[in-house]
């Protein structure tokens, strides 16, 4: 039975006054940090008190006692950790292994843009991740999806206009409009991109950018379209003409783009409180390796930033941009998503709570139980291959076709002439993109020079944005055969050889994450890039990401879609 | 007919697509204010460029061209100030001419809290408020009143829970719950003044705060229970303890209480964005003479303040507060409320534009509707005195009563003893307050020495906070005769001798406004002062302010309710 207005009223009452009265120090609060120093995000200054926990929330800071007392004996403690804009997919796991990477490194919110599952699933796919990260000991907030399919060259498991998202904007945990990547489309006017701003506004929803290099009376025409942030900036003067027309800053540290030490200068007083972190992106080995949004504060101080300034970028800015107004500080009121470190110098992180609760001490996760997903939801992530069995016949094309050439260390590609076969010796390799959403049997197909694969093949189900089927092969039968075992798997990343799969790491939620353990879909993916090399891939090349991101028809030169390839230079099929 | 979601998606589409159109530069901006120097919000500094102004909106800033060009050659464009905190009533008259009068200064936003008028007519003086500045050249919004009556002790016209006024929450200019004054209630855990509390939250409303030196534990449970700011700072420690704990701070300079020499410290880097601008009360001579909060502006940087800085808590800093987030900026997408000055140090507004509409040009206030509020308010407002006509025989009382001593130049009182009688040489007067909501015939009477009064008598229907007939006589037939001419008027200022009238000012709205112009009202009411000083009113003492508190029963030490005299010290009636 749903809750009356009246009754609701009164249950907030009875919190508000057990809040009240352990604030007042009538009663013992559920949970006293004795002698903290903590950072005052407010005077910007730190200060020590004792810090009284009720109900989840902080209720004071002086001279408390507590049901529960731990003496932090001067040990500092920030607000929780907030990363601005991620995709949790790229992590590879569930949202709840993800939690669990995440909360020893002091993350407590993450805002997240489901994009990659809804170019799957559609708004199934957002819903799957609602459902998959509702009361996880990280509070996980959505910025929906602003542009699926990612270009009207993609063809991706679903298109979704305003319409379709709208009814997402009533969930308490949406926070707005993803990154408007579209912003040739904002820009000129089109009805669809702008239909989507002027109805997250409608529901007085934040809208999140992503507009590269945009200057001038372009940017003008995007921010005054109601465009609030951007965090694809890599220099500072791109920066600096967003900022001074309103739009926030997430700086972003993540797998594939780091951009913290260019931006780096807009922590100073003048710029700062206009400024965030994010990640974007963070591959498995980054999360285990570096960390999260800790390692952009850390390297933020070991850069010269004002430690308080870092914290505030990694916490208070981002809950007021958000406008999530009870986290992001430590003061009464707020919630108590806590991080405590021994230092700035050493920033070794001791215990994390969040609400209140203790969920890491020492490094160790209290264990936490993991939300179901509805069984609809369970099986349609299950089932989103939709592709016949592939032969070598489908991948076989008598005319030439072009070669994408691969740049060592870059995603952006050379046009490198054309082919009409495959010739490993001169590693000119078949590379194809499988439609696999609806079984239309496109199958784009081109060359590919700079990967180096000397025998089988290598395929992938993580293929930007649309997350069809991408295969590199040294035979069409091995390129059949590896988008075959892709398919079988329900998704996944695929190294075949003699056969057989040499390496495989099974991606079954979607087609994009595994239902692994963090540790386990590292340890198997970096077996299988191990395979790829011993295979002849190119050492400056990453097996998989690089493959990843030959399907995304916006970086130039040449892409491959599934309608053939595509230069995106002069925007048109080659 | 009620507009469909898709009708408004589409209208607001239409409507964004022209904004972007002039923003991008393919069609001329409705106006342009050329060679602007306008104050950046975001990153401090002072910038040059072409304003684009389109649909009340800015859309650029860069190089444009308009329908209408306008060269400032330099002049410093200013976003419009907004005051964060201000009963509208103290001004004496309709909200059409407080716009009137504080337009030429630059403000463009009011925040207000209708408390006089819902003392005086509950939900319905909050309606006719919302009503009477409906579309006015400024934009005014509301914090809903939070204690009516201001303590129990008062009898006001209403009594108004958190139901009376919840569904003003939905009024798309209500903002929230104003000042919670009852804040030993809040930290006694009292259930009205914290339901208020939740209510407002529950809403996603902001909760002003009014808790002059609240300190310690205290004071956290006061901020943990949901009130975020605070005006009644009158020096730096207190103001500091708020601020720490997270309230935001508004610096009050208004008629009564004037803050800002002690709080200026506060409008440093560390502090200052924590920190806005209020009035609180002014009165008609204030107003005229001083300004509003560009007196605040001007005098904060006479003071030393970076004009940045003060711009910034006139502007931008109570706009995030309010979570009014298109406003307080000159940046893509803000409204184009303006204020253009010639420098920072003459200070001279040239021009003000409110909602990309020229509103004040060389001081003169372009004519604009006045709002019309509805037949039934209209009705009510005018007849709010429900009061049997008074004799000499309802101000006799032969028991001693206590003496209210006067202290010059301040608004608090000490106990002078007692007596029976008036003895006008001596200047011991009665003083009576007249319960005049609900003809209760609940009449106080008490004494009162150093209000100088040597013949006849001063009558007021400004009695905070329940706005009840106060009157001060040297008999008690003239107090009846002046307390009636107060109900005939339907409220006002009236200096009585002589059978007759000497002066009066009607205040036939509510009995607290007059519907004549500012400048009149004015006129008359100094007129009225000269009148009750030639009978004899102390030089020390402001005849009718000064009479409007002694029915306060907050301030020390002796006050006078319709139940008699009351000593704020202990508590009880004298």
Not at 495 to 511: C, H, K, M, T, Y
Request: glycine share 8%; hydrophobic share 45%; net charge negative.
């Amino acid at each position: 039975m749903s809750e009356s207005y009246a009754g609701k009223i009164n249950r907030k009452l009875l919190k508000k006054q057990r809040i009240i009265a352990a604030a007042a120090g009538r009663e013992p609060a559920d949970l006293v940090l004795k002698n903290a120093t903590y950072v005052n995000v407010f005077s910007n200054e730190l200060l020590t008190a004792d810090i009284a926990i009720t109900e989840g929330l902080i209720v004071g800071l002086g001279k408390y006692a507590g049901k529960e007392e731990l003496d932090l004996n001067g040990q500092i403690v920030l607000p929780g950790f907030l990363d601005a804009h991620i995709h949790l997919e790229s992590a590879l796991v569930t949202p709840a292994e993800f939690a669990r990477a995440v909360l020893p490194h002091g993350t407590t919110t993450v805002i997240t843009d489901p994009h990659e599952i809804a170019n799957v699933m559609g708004v199934d796919g957002i819903e799957y991740m609602l459902q998959a990260t509702e009361g996880l000991p990280i509070d996980v907030r959505f910025m929906l999806p602003s542009c699926v399919p990612a270009t009207p060259l993609d063809e991706s498991g679903a298109v979704l206009d305003y319409r379709a998202i709208d009814s997402f904007y009533d969930h308490p945990r949406v926070q707005g409009l993803a990154e408007m990547m579209n912003f040739v489309g904002v820009i000129a006017g089109d009805e669809q991109p702008v239909e989507k701003i002027v109805a997250a506004q409608a529901h007085h929803k934040k809208i999140d950018g992503h507009a590269p290099d945009l200057v001038g009376n372009d940017l003008n025409a995007y921010v005054a379209a109601g465009v609030y942030s951007d965090h694809e900036c890599h220099d500072l003067s791109d920066a600096l003409e967003k900022l001074r027309r309103g739009q926030f800053i997430m700086i972003r540290e993540g797998t594939a783009a780091r951009n913290l030490d260019a931006l780096f200068p807009l922590l100073q007083p003048n710029t700062a409180d206009r400024c965030m972190f994010c990640c974007d992106d963070k591959h498995p080995s980054d999360l285990l390796e570096k960390g999260h949004i800790d390692y952009l504060v850390k390297r933020a101080i070991e850069l010269g930033a004002d430690p308080i300034v870092a914290v505030k970028a990694a916490s208070h800015n981002a809950a007021r941009y958000f406008l999530l107004n009870n986290r992001g500080a430590v003061a009464p009121g707020y919630l108590a998503d806590l991080t405590v470190i021994d230092s700035f110098d050493s920033f070794q992180i001791q215990r994390v709570y969040q609400r209140g609760v203790l969920r890491v001490a020492d490094g160790v996760v209290n264990p936490f139980p993991v939300p179901k997903v509805d069984d609809y939801l369970h099986n349609r992530a299950r089932h989103t291959f939709h592709v016949d069995t592939l032969t070598a016949q489908d991948f076989m094309e008598p005319r030439p076709r072009g070669i994408l050439g691969l740049v060592p260390g870059e995603i952006t590609t050379v046009d490198a002439g054309y082919s009409d076969r495959i010739d490993a010796e001169y590693d000119v390799l078949k590379i194809a993109v499988v439609e696999r959403h609806k079984n239309t049997r496109h199958i784009g197909i081109g060359f590919i020079q700079g990967y180096g694969l000397k025998s089988g093949a290598v395929a992938t189900s993580i293929s930007h944005d649309s997350h069809n089927i991408i295969v590199v092969g040294t035979s069409e039968a091995e390129m059949a055969a590896a988008a075959n075992r892709v398919a079988e798997l329900g998704g996944g990343i695929v190294v075949w050889n003699n056969g057989q799969a040499a390496a495989e790491l099974p991606l079954p939620i979607a087609g994009i994450m595994s239902d692994l353990p963090l540790e386990e879909v590292n340890r198997r993916l970096e077996a299988a890039k191990e395979q790829a090399f011993a295979l002849g891939v190119n050492p400056g090349v990453d097996p998989f990401m690089t493959l990843s991101f030959m399907a995304l028809p916006v970086i130039p030169s040449l892409r491959l879609t599934t309608r053939g390839v595509f230069d995106v230079t002069t925007q048109s099929y080659v």
